[in-house]
């Protein structure tokens, strides 16, 4: 499994997944805020799945 999400994109997708499950914890919306879950571990393990089929790489190039 190599890696296949870069720094901004990680930082990004760690924000939204906290805010998203800050949000249902405190009541802010419903529960499905809990979906934040999966850009938080998308972010920590730097992999995203859904890039496969796509050939995506937000990672920088490696020298």
Known sequence: MNANVGS?????????GL???GATLTGVI???GFVGIVPLATGLF??????????????????
Not at 8 to 16: F, G, K, L, Q, W
Not at 46 to 63: D, H, I, M, S, V
């Open 19 to 21: 805010g998203l499950i």
């Open 46 to 63: 730097r992999f995203c799945p859904a890039y496969l089929p796509f050939g995506l790489n937000t990672c920088g190039t490696k020298k």
């Open 30 to 32: 419903g529960v499905w």
């Open 8 to 16: 901004v994109d990680r930082t990004v997708r760690i924000v939204a």
